[in-house]
């Protein structure tokens, strides 16, 4: 079917970032491919195309053929003999054209419908990144506190051995020890947070939310980023939506004056007659058959004229929800551009601080060992670090799940 073909075009669109993961440039794909063949949502809207679909055969049927039996309880005498019952049928025909003005309607509402299926297969590309992006942040803040608890480690052995000579007091073993306990307990609640976020991701894939997660190792900000043309949101599924709904109007209003013209019936009647006693000639006891021909003309039609008012309303509503529509989208791009050039800034800016951070952090080091400083300017510059390090992520986390948001709206 056609919306099979949507997966892989969807995935190459939407993913076409994915070059900057260091080795594991693929493991996102596979997660989003698993993703849009296992979710419910889906196949939910899957269904209901298909349930669209299946009407277009309910639309290509004409009236009931209608049949009669009648039997005369007292029987009318001709001059041919008495009649017992009558047969009949009788079969109304649409206006030429009027069927298939029909399953032309039929076929534009589920044309419109097949942009749901577009519409919630880009939407879940976009929640499973964005959720990955998460996971991916919060493992990487978990590394960067183990790291630094551990450096805290390093720095109370060396405060231990400066106590022993008398160049620290036991202040600056009980102030690095409150500082590790503050960053254990803040990994503590990233864990928490991490299980939370993989709940969420794995029943993204429709799957059991213990499945453990791979994230990658590191992601980075390429050293230049893609131009967006915006041009292309007019190509969004969320606006050609409206344009199939305008459309499905369009051949409403086409089945509406079909049916507002004439309808043809043919018909055949049957009357059984049977023979006048002690009489001979020709035509006794002949059987009556009439074919008929009959026309159903709507002369009170107000219920047409209506309908063509309600067709021009509707298109006028569809017109302004779009135009409504595309003044949400292109404020959110909007958006999302401006906050990616930011984490951009923000990436860049992080990057020098933690240089000239390290570079401070071996000055006092030094320093320290020597006798002549107190250790509170190091444990300063150290969550200066910490701070400067979670910042990064961040901005790195929100240059992605920014681009996740420009791909949706913009290929």
């Known amino acids: 079917m056609k919306y099979k073909k949507l997966n892989i075009k969807a995935i190459v669109i939407l993913c076409s970032f994915l070059f900057v993961l260091k080795g594991n440039a693929q493991q996102l794909e596979i997660l989003i491919e698993e993703a849009l063949k296992n979710s419910p949502e889906i196949q939910k809207f899957e269904l209901q195309y298909n349930i669209a679909s299946e009407k277009v055969n309910e639309a290509n049927t004409i009236p009931n053929t209608e049949f009669g039996l009648g039997y005369f309880v007292t029987s009318p005498e001709t001059r041919t003999g008495a009649q017992r019952f009558r047969i009949s049928a009788k079969q109304m025909m649409p206006w030429f054209g009027a069927i298939t003005a029909r399953k032309n309607y039929i076929n534009s509402l589920a044309d419109a419908k097949y942009e749901d299926i577009v519409i919630a297969?880009?939407?879940?590309?976009?929640?499973?990144?964005?959720?990955?992006?998460?996971?991916?942040?919060?493992?990487?803040?978990?590394?960067v506190l183990t790291?630094?608890?551990?450096?805290?480690?390093?720095?109370?052995?060396?405060?231990?051995?400066?106590?022993?000579?008398?160049?620290?007091?036991a202040v600056d073993v009980l102030r690095l020890q409150m500082r590790q306990n503050e960053l254990i307990q803040l990994k503590e609640i990233l864990v928490?947070?991490?299980?939370?976020?993989?709940?969420?991701?794995?029943?993204?894939?429709?799957?059991?939310?213990?499945t453990e997660v791979n994230v990658v190792n590191e992601l980075i900000i390429p050293s230049e980023t893609s131009?967006?043309?915006?041009?292309?949101?007019s190509l969004n599924p969320e606006l050609i939506k409206y344009d199939k709904l305008y459309h499905s109007i369009e051949q409403s209003e086409v089945l509406n004056q079909k049916?507002?013209?004439?309808?043809?019936?043919?018909?055949?009647?049957?009357?059984?007659?049977?023979?006048?006693?002690n009489m001979n000639f020709s035509d006794n006891g002949k059987d009556i058959l009439m074919p008929m021909v009959s026309v159903s003309i709507p002369i009170f039609n107000k219920k047409y004229k209506s309908k063509t008012r309600q067709n021009v309303l509707m298109q006028?509503?569809?017109?302004?929800?779009?135009?409504?529509?595309?003044?949400?989208?292109?404020?959110?791009?909007?958006?999302?551009?401006?906050?990616?050039?930011?984490?951009?800034?923000?990436?860049?800016?992080?990057?020098?601080?933690?240089?000239?951070?390290?570079?401070?952090?071996?000055?006092?080091?030094?320093?320290?060992?020597?006798?002549?400083?107190?250790?509170?300017?190091?444990?300063?510059?150290?969550?200066?670090?910490?701070?400067?390090?979670?910042?990064?992520?961040?901005?790195?986390?929100?240059?992605?799940?920014q681009s996740t948001i420009i791909n949706y709206l913009s290929n």
Do not use: H
């Not at 450096?151 to 000579?165: I, P, Q």
């Not at 991701?201 to 939310?209: A, E, V």
């Open 259 to 277: 049916e507002s013209l004439p309808m043809i019936g043919f018909g055949l009647d049957y009357v059984n007659v049977d023979k006048r006693p």
């Open 121 to 143: 297969k880009r939407k879940l590309v976009a929640s499973v990144s964005q959720s990955y992006y998460n996971l991916y942040a919060n493992t990487a803040k978990q590394m």
């Open 316 to 401: 006028q509503e569809i017109n302004a929800q779009k135009q409504m529509r595309l003044n949400n989208l292109e404020t959110v791009l909007d958006t999302a551009i401006k906050n990616r050039v930011s984490a951009v800034i923000s990436y860049k800016t992080q990057l020098n601080n933690l240089k000239q951070a390290d570079a401070a952090e071996k000055i006092l080091i030094k320093t320290y060992e020597s006798g002549t400083i107190d250790f509170k300017d190091v444990l300063d510059i150290q969550e200066l670090q910490l701070k400067f390090q979670i910042t990064q992520i961040e901005s790195i986390k929100t240059y992605y799940k």
């Open 192 to 210: 928490q947070q991490y299980l939370a976020e993989k709940t969420a991701f794995n029943k993204l894939l429709n799957r059991d939310k213990l």
């Open 147 to 169: 790291n630094n608890i551990n450096l805290l480690k390093t720095y109370e052995t060396l405060v231990l051995t400066s106590v022993e000579v008398g160049k620290a007091s």
């Open 227 to 233: 131009l967006v043309n915006v041009e292309n949101l």
